[in-house]
Antibody
Framework: QITLKESGPTLVKPTQTLTLTCTFSGFALSTSGVAVGWIRQPPGKALEWLALFYWDDDKRYSPSLRSRLTITKDTSKYQVVLTMTNMDPVDTATYYC??????????????????WGQGILVTVSS | DIQTTQSPSSLSASVGDRVTITCRASQSIGNYLNWYQQKPGKVPKSLIYAASSLQSGVPSRFSGSGSGTDFTLTINSLQPEDFATYYCQQSYMTPYTFGQGTKLEIK
């Protein structure tokens, strides 16, 4: 059974750095093709993809936030950590981590976020 | 970046209706298109991957179609539990992008 859970501060001040941890179970991040992603959702707004950590330690970021984001894997290999620098009130959102699963359909391999954490609402305010 | 644009942004329908939501990608993405359902205050749920393949446990009244740049999510015989916001997401390449969402409301 795959589960993920986000943890971290729920209130940060402008200009501070946010560090969120995704603790997961039920899968190994070392399994070929697997990835863990971070997605956020401002109140009442759409989902926004932030970053992805791959099974081979590769990483991808949203271009618009690339300079502020870092995604890493804890040495325990069951946690993925996202840091976002220089937080601003517009970064107020629910932050989700999610398992990117692999699906085989026809002759192709497809990816989707099939398991999500419960989300953590982070408010940026002085 | 590949942009994904959904239409309409909101939709009113009645129980038993058939509804269709459209997602358009700014360039061809083959069939690397996913659909998610999100109910108020809840976590998004994966419905469809590869444009048309239902996730395990998703009712058969949901269906997806399309390839290239144009995709649709169809819900036949709407049930009360289907009223939610639906998002498309392309997984063809990073940065993965979500559509802006379609809120399906009860008429």
């Amino acid at each position: 059974q795959i589960t993920l859970k986000e943890s971290g501060p729920t209130l940060v001040k402008p200009t501070q750095t946010l560090t969120l941890t995704c603790t997961f179970s039920g899968f190994a991040l070392s399994t070929s093709g697997v990835a863990v992603g971070w997605i956020r959702q401002p109140p009442g707004k759409a989902l926004e993809w932030l970053a992805l950590f791959y099974w081979d330690d590769d990483k991808r970021y949203s271009p618009s936030l690339r300079s502020r984001l870092t995604i890493t894997k804890d040495t325990s290999k069951y946690q993925v950590v996202l840091t976002m620098t220089n937080m601003d009130p517009v970064d107020t959102a629910t932050y989700y981590c999610a398992h990117r699963g692999l699906f085989y359909y026809g002759s192709g391999t497809y990816y989707a976020f099939d398991y999500w954490g419960q989300g953590i609402l982070v408010t940026v305010s002085s | 970046d590949i942009q994904t644009t959904q239409s309409p942004s909101s939709l009113s329908a009645s129980v038993g209706d058939r509804v269709t939501i459209t997602c358009r990608a700014s360039q061809s993405i083959g069939n690397y298109l996913n659909w998610y359902q999100q109910k108020p205050g809840k976590v998004p749920k994966s419905l469809i991957y590869a444009a048309s393949s239902l996730q395990s446990g998703v009712p058969s009244r949901f269906s997806g179609s399309g390839s290239g740049t144009d995709f649709t999510l169809t819900i036949n015989s709407l049930q009360p539990e289907d009223f939610a916001t639906y998002y498309c997401q392309q997984s063809y390449m990073t940065p993965y992008t979500f559509g802006q969402g379609t809120k399906l409301e009860i008429k």
